[in-house]
């Protein structure tokens, strides 16, 4: 598979590649210049908010448009606001360029995510999902890897704008290598006859499955919980390495480093164990809540890495418990607009756990936040995964 596939797999690299590139250097300039902890969780809030609340249109567009023709044009068209942003922020300058350059991004890499899931299970129909997500992850963690290597180096050089600029580079070249991928031809036409609505009733359909179709409401729950310390983790990473704890940006990359090559040894080990489903989802949220608690109570630099890492190693393992479960239950002929209302509402609690930061962490550190966050997540387990041990 990785043979046949190489310009697939070789596309998701060079889009994550330039995707993390951006997302390693938005919290660290904006912490840089305003040098408050608190603006970063704002200006997550502000970038994640539209990326999730995306997620139900770029849904129901996967159902009724090609996955590869919105999956090449989603990566086209964030070259492009690369390029408007970078413009716009030296004609007229301030830090709002930067923040709604990651908004503009976030919104068109909604697009590109769904696209591509639907991709994976058109065209891979004939592979175990969880070995062919599993592929999937590991190609796109070799671009988390070096995402903030490249950008932490090349801003010891570059003006930030000049590291945008190299982003956008890649986003064409990962459409340039997608064009040459000859799976294409294997995609399979979705099954089922397709009802033909407005695009509300669609999104009210969508809603009445994912309360309807059994284990899905349960699933999101969980996946909220994990998504409340992915996204504190991500707002206030950058402050409480370069700031709480006086590291420099370079420690704060090999960190993003560490916990990409984490998630590779866990994808890889998910890739060649069949592990039960119920297995994956238990253990994965149980080391990510046991990260949290670690990153909440981190007087030492070398504590809050290792929470880290657990997160950030079991996010993806956690990821592919989410996806094999709703490729379960949705039927085939409604999969993209109900993924995109799901993959919304998992996601809404990203952008609040920012919100949080913002209000509540003092300074550069975001401990007591995080602890807070780590018990809400234990609540949410502890009654979603019960629920789920007494109905089976």
């Not at 031809?185 to 969508?206: F, I, N, Q, T, W």
């Not at 502890?382 to 007494?390: E, I, L, S």
Request: net charge positive.
């Amino acid at each position: 598979m990785l043979v046949r596939d190489r310009a697939f797999f070789a596309s998701m690299f060079l889009t994550v590649l330039a995707d993390q590139i951006l997302l390693f250097l938005v919290p660290l300039v904006i912490f840089q210049i305003t040098g408050d902890v608190a603006w970063s969780g704002l200006a997550f809030f502000f970038e994640t908010l539209p990326r999730y609340l995306t997620f139900p249109v770029a849904g129901i567009l996967c159902d009724r448009f090609s996955p590869i023709l919105l999956l090449r044009i989603s990566r086209i068209l964030r070259a492009v606001a690369c390029i408007v942003g970078i413009a716009g922020q030296l004609a007229f300058g301030g830090v709002w360029w930067l923040i709604g350059l990651s908004a503009v991004v976030g919104i068109f890499t909604t697009q590109g995510m769904l696209a591509l899931e639907m991709v994976l299970v058109r065209a891979f129909s004939d592979q175990r999902f969880e070995k062919v997500a599993s592929y999937g992850q590991l190609a796109s963690q070799m671009g988390v890897v070096l995402g903030p290597l490249v950008a932490a180096y090349l801003m010891a050089f570059w003006p930030w704008q000049a590291v945008v600029v190299l982003a956008t580079v890649l986003f064409v070249l990962a459409d340039l290598a997608f064009y040459f991928w000859p799976g294409q031809a294997r995609m399979e036409d979705a099954p089922g006859r397709r009802v033909s609505r407005h695009p509300v009733a669609d999104l009210k359909h969508a809603l009445k499955l994912v309360w309807t179709l059994p284990g899905l409401t349960r699933a999101i729950l969980q996946a909220a919980g994990v998504n409340l310390i992915i996204g504190a983790t991500l707002a206030t990473a950058a402050a409480m390495m370069t700031g709480f704890f006086s590291q420099s940006e370079q420690v704060y990359a090999w960190l993003q480093v560490g916990g990409a090559l984490a998630t590779l040894a866990v994808l890889t080990l998910t890739a060649h164990v069949a592990f039960s489903l119920k297995t994956l989802g238990v253990t994965a949220y149980g080391l990510i809540c046991a990260g949290a608690v670690l990153t909440g109570l981190g007087a030492h630099p070398l504590i809050y890495a290792a929470g880290f890492l657990l997160i950030a190693g079991f996010d993806k393992m956690f990821n592919i418990y989410v996806r094999t479960l709703r490729k379960e239950i949705i039927p085939p002929e409604e999969f993209g607009k109900t993924t995109g209302v799901i993959i919304c509402l998992n996601n809404l609690s990203q952008p609040l756990a920012g919100l949080i930061v913002a209000i509540f962490a003092a300074g550069d550190d975001a401990r007591a936040v995080l602890l807070g966050l780590a018990g809400a997540m234990a609540v949410l387990g502890v009654m979603t995964f019960r629920r789920a041990a007494t109905q089976s």
